[in-house]
């Protein structure tokens, strides 16, 4: 999940996953922002500093991948 979505630029992500990274991509698929998550179960707090628009956000944990779109809104 990723919530709340649109957002000012904070968000709560959480996953059925291990620990892992966020990557944060603009929508021509360059990446603006990434961060280590220490365990995706548990949440964490994201703070996106990027521009208003549509991003992509990839959960990563080993293999796994978690893709979901978000909308920053400032």
Same mark, same amino acid.
């Given at each position: 999940?990723?919530? #709340?979505? #649109?957002?000012?630029? @904070? ?6 996953? =291990?620990?892992?990274? /966020?990557?944060? @991509?603009?929508?021509? =698929?360059? /990446?603006?922002?990434?961060? #280590? ?22 959960? /990563?944990?080993?293999?796994? @991948?978690?893709?979901?779109?978000? /909308?920053?809104? @400032?």
């Amino acid at each position: 999940q990723v919530r #709340p979505n #649109p957002t000012k630029g @904070r968000v709560w992500v959480t996953a059925n996953m =291990g620990s892992g990274q /966020i990557v944060c @991509r603009s929508m021509e =698929g360059r /990446i603006v922002h990434h961060m #280590p998550v220490q365990n995706f179960a548990n949440g964490e707090e994201v703070l996106l500093p990027v521009s208003a628009g549509m991003y992509i956000l990839e959960l /990563i944990s080993g293999d796994h @991948r978690l893709t979901r779109r978000v /909308i920053v809104d @400032r």
